[in-house]
T-cell receptor, first 113, second 114 residues
């Protein structure tokens, strides 16, 4: 069985600062994918970044980077230069051989001026 | 390229009724997955369709069903609605739905059962 753990229910960060959202996972699948999604209050799940288990380099997408530490089974999201519009729920998810996404409980990020 | 489109955005239904939700995936994507999001249970996988066939199914009762058409559009149906079915239903679209492909979500359908 696969499991995602997000231990931070809520995080605060000042505008223009960097913030790290934690995610640890558990899986027995040899090949898997790790995802981060942003969900604003409107409800839409916005894809941010993806990391494959065999990727050697950490994934980056603009201000988002994924700090992938395979031995520690962690896939933390780093948001650089936070903006007010980054305030939202953030979900970490894993996919494995069943091809479905297993989500964590999410972290609510609030960016203040 | 248009994103994933879910209709309707909002629905209010009465207990015992049935409801049909629609999802149009990104053009060219063949896999459509459905998820239920509630405050208590979080995000839970319902089922996945690929090329008109259900490929995976989550742990939901038989009242929840779905289908996919030849143009990859998908519908999910919930019969005999219960109050606990009130949730945000999200549809995800991906190229082939395998572990190494990105999944993109629609805006969701918010269902309220009264």
């Amino acid at each position: 069985a696969q499991k995602i753990t997000q231990t931070q229910p809520g995080m605060f960060v000042q505008e223009k600062e960097a913030v790290t959202l934690d995610c640890t996972y558990d899986t027995s699948d040899p090949s898997y994918g790790l995802f981060w999604y942003k969900q604003p209050s409107s409800g839409e799940m916005i894809f941010l970044i993806y990391q494959g288990s065999y990727d050697q380099q950490n994934a980056t997408e603009g201000r988002y980077s994924l700090n992938f530490q395979k031995a520690r089974k962690s896939a933390n999201l780093v948001i650089s230069a936070s903006q007010l519009g980054d305030s939202a729920m953030y979900f970490c998810a894993i996919s494995g051989n069943t091809d479905k996404l297993i989500f964590g409980t999410g972290t609510r990020l609030q960016v203040f001026p | 390229k248009a994103g994933v489109t879910q209709t309707p955005r909002y629905l209010i239904k009465t207990r015992g009724q049935q409801v049909t939700l629609s999802c149009s995936p990104i053009s060219g994507h063949r896999s459509v997955s459905w998820y239920q999001q509630t405050p208590g249970q979080g995000l839970q996988f319902l089922f996945e369709y690929f090329s008109e066939t259900q490929r995976n199914k989550g742990n939901f009762p038989g009242r929840f069903s779905g289908r996919q058409f030849s143009n990859s559009r998908s519908e999910m149906n919930v019969s005999t609605l219960e109050l606990g079915d009130s949730a945000l239903y999200l549809c995800a679209s991906s190229d082939d739905g395998t572990v190494n492909t990105e999944a993109f979500f629609g805006q969701g359908t918010r269902l309220t059962v009264v």
